[in-house]
């Protein structure tokens, strides 16, 4: 009964969500209170009837029901508990309910949380938000049922995908969905604006900790993914230009643009047009990587199974929310009022560098994606477009970002002064400088990575400069402590997310020196690999509860004498008779040891990749970062408006995040 | 019991819907725009306060907050009234809430079906998991001695009764290759690959049965199976012409007969008339076969099919199969018994469904 209970709430979420994007639509066109007032319980609800309806599918999978179709494909009544909560979004149904869930769940807290907004503009965006849920529910109820069921059940399930049974699963995609699908409210906020014309910095205001609720979860939900990607693939790569993770790259670069310039609209009432445009670009990318992965046009680690019929029903969704949106952006972008002039160098001309260059960079890894799918479907000739092609038109635009964020810090708002501000960054200029000589006289090696390695040491210390600036005027320690405590929380939400980015290159630009060996070896044989010493000791199997596995008890020596111990293994699963390696990974300081069994051959010898990586932990510890930078700034509740400057040498008093 | 809950949810949903239409409302709709910019201003008095600001900075900001804060006030007020949509909404949504999701759900779901979790089905199927135990014990046994070939042997067919046909496959080909092919061995084998490959007869596991057939000529499984891929590789032609010598070869009372008949009619061939007694060399092998041997083979066939259909029921042609194939082998209870879980498993396939029935009919299957 649970089952089919959750079914029926599933459905019943879709009757709800057609009266819930009429019914306060209309309200707001004919200013019926009313019927906007209809908005918040529905949007409540509506995410009550798909808790249930998750919660129905969760009791399934847990107590094995392999009556429900998606519980018989994906599960195995001896899988390990945690993955049988975490399988019900390890395929597609389960995720696509977890999407609808996650939706509604930014419904219902615009619902519950947004007690100062105008009502128009709460039912409007509410109404927007309840138009998405509908589509997708509707999708998912009649492409991609969860509840589907068979009689008489089987005995045995088909188990989950062995790649996926692994912590990752639990975290990696709520975290990137709640970011995904957190740009859905940001485009409803937009939508909402351009139908009730109500484009102002207030607006801005409301939407600022929805955009960066959602910044934060993408950011983490990409690090986790590409850790994870890291650690099971089995061959130490982080980062692939996989489409499906460009997909998630994309609404970021998007997101974060969209970030910065509603910075802009909130404090100085400018960049209205663009901020809107960006709102509806982030989240149509988002859109755009949900079809990628779900319509087969594409194969990958991520591609459930697919089928023509679902990609065309997203396609449909695809155009009509992206077409609605951007010909209702046509029709009002021309009757908006200009806001705030600016002067080309600002902190306003700044931000729409860094709007340029983040919106450009995200059309480069676009052409990247969808060229080759394009040029196959036309010409049927296959291309890979890989790293080299990135490298080479990603790289050369994100250094000019990283170059101008501690510039755009330091200018103020309408009019600033480049000089200044360039003088002031001498102390960041003069470490990166320094640290990229001395990487490069210690390391050696190409040029590159000391090079990218100064510029991301410039970058953490000119994210500081700034603060530094409005700190060190305090006449003691304890007044510059709190005058540092004084400080608006956003400030530093800037300067530790902008440092976090420069953590993040530091660890990209120190693969360089990484040390890759594979190798065969028999036991007690030792491996150098950097600066260790690397011995597999004895193989020992064991047995899981749905796989066996063959693990590799390896030491680790560093001049003779042991610092640490590690276990990779190589894991068979039975029902799906695949094998999946376990790396070995230890982290010494901030790089890591990494080694993969990648075959054991019969005479007990072991072919071996072994890497040795300098500071890679940094690339994910930066997201982190990044992402507390985000949350210090979410934590600050305080309205914003820019000051505009008549003379430089006055101090900014609220810079953007 | 499942009704009422389904009828407490609609409720609890057209309720939450109602619910603010009922209530009056004062708030103006413009207002928090005015008072959005009052708080800006507040707050740069505040900030001016904590030493945040200096005066200038502040009499900059305090006058483009006072600009903006004229900007709208300018804007018309609503009055916040409802207009009579408030009454049709309420209409709208008593009708449309609970007649899109009783249609729909109509359309979707099983409301007769209760949960079948895992302890449920265990409780139905006692011994399940001493079998599962002892696979599990014989699967350790062999991990350790891979080649003790009775031990694939045995593990084989349980593994077909449990559905895992890629292991079955991997079981019987192990056998095979430690104590020798025989042609059963290799039937099974194929017949497993088949299955794994759901149904598909795939060129290993054709391999498979030509080498039954060089061993055995006229062993009617191989021989079915290999008219099978000339179907599915789109030979029709030699597919019939196959079946057809089957059924011509073979006694008219064989188990497959209905089964290669119903072939050759689906691919558009006539089948032969009923013979007398088989003849032809196919016919042949079969009947210079010992009829023990005859009878376990079949079984083994039949065996396989109501094994695959308990693991997944949906497959029509199979029940209908299977039901046929029973009453050849005049098993009248286990006929009987097949029908009750065909007409569980075809529950949400009328269609499916009446084919049973009427088949049960014409067999005269009474339950």
Redesign the interface.
């Known amino acids: ?5 959750g ?3 599933l ?2 979420a ?3 969500a ?3 994007g009429v ?1 306060p639509l ?2 707001a066109l ?9 908005a ?3 949007a ?2 509506q995410f009550l ?1 798909i808790g ?1 309806s998750f919660a129905a599918l969760t009791h ?1 999978y847990v ?5 429900v179709v998606n519980v018989f494909e994906n599960s195995h ?1 001896l899988k390990p508990l945690i993955y049988k909560y975490s399988g019900v979004w390890g395929n597609h149904e389960g995720s696509m309910l977890l999407w609808v869930l996650i939706l509604a769940l930014f419904g219902a807290t615009v619902a519950l949380f947004s007690r ?5 503009l709460r039912a409007l965006v509410l109404a927007v938000q309840s138009w998405l849920s509908a589509a997708f529910l509707l999708f998912v ?1 009649l492409t991609s ?1 969860p ?1 589907a ?8 399930g088909r188990d989950l995908n062995p790649l996926l049974q692994d912590p990752g699963l639990a975290i990696h995609p709520p975290l990137l969905y709640v970011g995904y699908v957190g740009f859905s409210i940001t485009f409803s906020f937009a939508a909402a604006a351009l139908i009730s014309g ?1 484009i ?3 607006w801005a ?1 409301y939407v600022r900790p929805w955009t960066l609720i959602a910044w934060i979860f993408l950011t983490l939900g990409i690090a986790m993914g590409s850790y994870w990607a890291y650690y099971t693939l089995g061959w130490g790569g982080f980062w692939f230009w996989d489409p499906v993770e460009n997909a998630s790259l994309m609404p970021w670069l998007a997101g974060t643009a969209l970030l910065h310039s509603a910075a802009v609209m909130e404090k100085r ?1 400018a960049l209205k047009i663009w901020t809107i445009f960006l709102a509806i670009l982030a989240f149509s990318l988002s859109l755009l990587g949900t079809f990628l992965v779900r319509s087969g046009v594409l194969t990958s680690v991520h591609s459930f199974a697919t089928d023509p019929q679902r990609g065309v029903f997203i396609l449909g969704i695809l155009i009509f929310f992206i077409g609605g949106s951007l010909a209702l952006f046509a029709l009002r972008a021309s009757a908006l009022k200009p806001g ?1 002039i600016f002067a080309p160098v600002s902190r306003e001309g700044a931000l729409v560098l860094n709007n340029l260059l983040l919106t450009t960079s995200c059309a480069t890894v676009f052409v990247g994606t969808l060229y080759p799918l394009a040029l196959e479907a036309m010409t049927d000739e296959k291309i890979s477009v890989g790293a080299p092609f990135f490298n080479l038109t990603f790289g050369p635009l994100f250094i000019p970002i990283v170059l101008a964020m501690p510039i755009g810090q330091m200018l103020a708002w309408k009019r600033g002064d480049l000089y200044g501000a360039a003088q002031r960054l001498t102390l960041a200029c003069a470490i990166g400088f320094v640290g990229a000589v001395l990487l490069y006289a210690m390391r050696g090696g190409p040029i590159v990575p000391p090079v990218l390695a100064g510029l991301a040491l410039y970058l953490i210390v000119g994210s500081f400069v700034e603060i530094w600036g409005r700190v060190s005027g305090g006449s003691s320690v304890g007044a510059m402590f709190s005058r540092a405590i ?1 400080l ?1 929380r956003s400030a530093w939400g800037t300067a530790i997310a902008h440092a976090g980015i420069g953590l993040t290159l530091f660890g990209l630009a120190a693969t360089g020196w990484g040390v890759e060996r594979i190798v065969t070896v028999k036991p007690n044989q030792p491996v150098v690999a950097g600066p260790y010493e690397i011995i597999v000791r004895g193989l020992e199997p064991r047995d899981g509860s749905n796989f ?1 596995e063959l693990v590799a008890h390896t030491d680790i020596l560093e001049g003779g004498r042991l610092i640490a111990t590690m276990d990779p293994s190589r894991r068979s699963f ?2 799906r ?1 695949m094998v999946r390696t376990e790396a070995g990974i230890k982290t010494i300081g901030l790089g890591q040891v990494y080694m993969n069994i990648a075959e054991v051959r019969d005479d007990g010898s072991l072919d071996l990749r072994l890497y040795w990586k300098p500071y890679v932990a940094l690339i994910w510890l930066g997201a982190l970062v990044m992402a507390l930078g985000g949350l210090l700034s979410l934590s600050d509740r ?2 914003r ?1 820019g ?2 400057k ?1 003379a430089a040498t ?2 900014v ?1 609220q810079p953007a995040e | 019991m499942i009704w009422a809950a389904f009828a407490l949810m609609t409720g609890a949903v057209v309720l939450a819907v109602l619910w603010p239409l009922g209530r009056a409302r004062t708030a103006a709709a413009r207002a928090p725009d005015v008072s959005f910019y009052r708080s800006q201003i507040e707050e740069i008095d505040r900030d001016l306060a904590l030493g945040l600001l200096t005066q200038a900075d502040a009499d900059v900001a305090k006058a483009e907050a006072g600009r903006r804060l004229l900007r709208v006030s300018d804007e018309p007020i609503a009055d916040g009234k409802s207009r009579g949509g408030a009454r049709m909404a309420a209409v709208a949504a008593l009708i449309a809430i609970p007649a899109v999701s009783l249609t729909l759900y109509l359309a979707l779901g099983h409301p007769d079906l209760a949960d079948l979790p895992l302890s449920t089905r265990v409780a139905e199927r006692q011994g399940q998991s001493e079998v599962q135990s002892a696979v599990r014990k014989i699967e350790d046994h062999l991990a350790a001695n891979p080649n003790d070939g009775r031990g694939w042997d045995i593990l084989g067919p349980v593994y077909m009764k449990m559905g895992r046909y890629e292991d079955a496959a991997r079981a019987f080909g192990n056998a095979n290759r430690v104590l020798g092919d025989t042609p059963e061995r290799l039937t099974a084998q194929g017949e497993a690959l088949v299955y794994a490959a759901q149904e598909a007869v795939t060129p290993q596991a054709q391999e498979i049965f030509n080498k039954v057939l060089d061993m055995q000529p006229g062993h009617p499984v191989a021989y079915f199976y290999l008219a099978l891929a000339r179907e599915q590789s789109g030979d029709r032609a030699g597919a019939i012409e196959a079946y057809s010598q089957l059924a011509q070869g073979t006694p008219p009372d064989a188990p497959w007969q209905p089964v290669v008949r119903a072939r050759i009619v689906a691919l558009g061939g006539t089948p032969p008339a009923a013979q007398e007694g088989p003849k032809g060399e196919t016919a042949d092998a079969v009947r210079a076969m010992p009829s023990d041997e005859q009878r376990a083979m079949i079984r083994t066939m039949v065996d396989g099919l109501a094994a695959r259909l308990d693991a997944d029921g949906r497959d029509v042609e199979g029940w209908l199969r299977l039901l046929r194939s029973y009453k050849v082998l005049q098993e009248n209870d286990l006929a009987k018994a097949a029908l009750v879980k065909a007409r569980n498993a075809l529950n949400a396939d009328p269609d499916g469904l009446s084919r049973v029935n009427a088949l049960a009919d014409e067999l005269g299957l009474k339950s």
Do not use: C, K, W
Request: charged share 20%.
């Open positions: 009964m649970i089952v089919e209970i079914h029926y709430a459905v019943l879709l009757a709800l057609i009266v819930q019914a209309v309200g004919r200013r019926d209170a009313a019927l906007m007032a209809m918040q319980p529905a409540v609800m009837l249930v399934a107590t094995s029901d392999f009556s009544s100062g907004m105008p009502d128009d109820l049922n509840f069921r068979m009689i008489p059940a089987p005995i045995e109500r102002d910095a207030a205001r009432d705030g004084g608006p066996r039975t029902t008779t305080r309205l408006i000051i505009a008549r006055r101090v008093a």
